[in-house]
């Protein structure tokens, strides 16, 4: 008999039913337990999710009791630091929803509980599963762009800003760069090998989201809905990131890798107000580079694909708890990405350049077998 996997869920709404449906494709996989805090929708989703013998929770730790391997946690943002330390010290593995955290102090604690406990934290940056985001991957880390010392990152919506707790400060942390600008950070820094970020100088600003005529919610809009960023790297590179979730534009420019040898441009795949972001797939590779001192420009295939990513995300979430793998996407890559948005945030308020400091972080599990984690 297969060895199954138990899964818990905690936060029942829109993304919990993407995490729902791959669990219960796969045959070794299976749902004990939902908990949201609004009482009956766990109940309520279970039933219209159809997910067998599942038992409902209003309260997270309840849910914890149960004997469980694993747990999604697909809370809105500001949960996600308690659920996941709960979910940790009661000695389950954890699949946090992105962004990890509200703050990069709550990131940090995250990292460190689950090394301390020994499990794995994983977060759900599922544009790492597509085959070109790891060709892009591939062709950087061969060398072939020689040292690549200027990344341009980010997109942009020309409109589509969300609603509800995307806007809400406390329980966001923060808007367009939580949302969306964390898949691009997280597309240039793997591509990169995560070097650690050094400085920041960023202006964000939020003139769509205040303003009636363009957010049903303008009163209720406290975070940034545009920012930019220049990011100093270690190793002497630097990273130019944009996000917008609402311009006058039609795009925020391309995504490109400049090297001492060749130079890489991506566009992102999609089209119409909601596109322009990384989380919709990459629409075309461009290599820049000489062949006996002429310019040639050279076109990679992108490949068509019908992987579906977000279950690969959670399929491999569940092999590296059956395997006992390091967490796929570790949270102590992550906390990289946080530490960028915490200093985009902190330089913007400042009006001025600010420093990046990433406390020390244990060593535990997610050390374990490094080169195995997704995407490397
Ligand atoms: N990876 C992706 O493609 C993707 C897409 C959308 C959203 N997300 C992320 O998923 C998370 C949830 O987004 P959503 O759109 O599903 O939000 P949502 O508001 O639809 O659902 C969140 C649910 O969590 C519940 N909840 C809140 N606090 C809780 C707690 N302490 N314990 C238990 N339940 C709690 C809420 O009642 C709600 O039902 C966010 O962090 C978001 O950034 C990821």
Known sequence: MKQMVRIGIIGSGGIAAAH?????????????????????????????????DAQAFDDHKKLLDLDLDGVSICTPNVAHHSTSIDSLLADKHVLVEKPLAVTLDQGVEMVQVAKKQNKMLSVGFQPRYDPNMQAVKDIVQSGRLGNVYYVQTGGGRRRGMPTGTFINKELAGAGAMADIGCYSLDLALNVLGYPKPLTVSAYTSNHFGTNPNYHPEADKFEVEDFGIAMVRLEGGKVLNFKISWAMHMDSLGSTIFLGTDAGLKLTPAGSGPWSGVWDGGIGSISLYHDINNHHVDTDIPVQKHNIDIFAEKVRDFVVAIKEEKPAPIPGEQIVINQAIIDGILRSSEKGKEVDIHIPEILSGRSNVNKNKVANE
Do not use: S
């Open 20 to 52: 729902a449906k791959a669990y219960l494709e796969m045959d070794d996989v299976q749902i004990v337990g939902v908990a949201d805090i609004i009482p009956g929708k766990a109940e309520e989703f279970i039933k219209r999710v159809e997910i067998k």
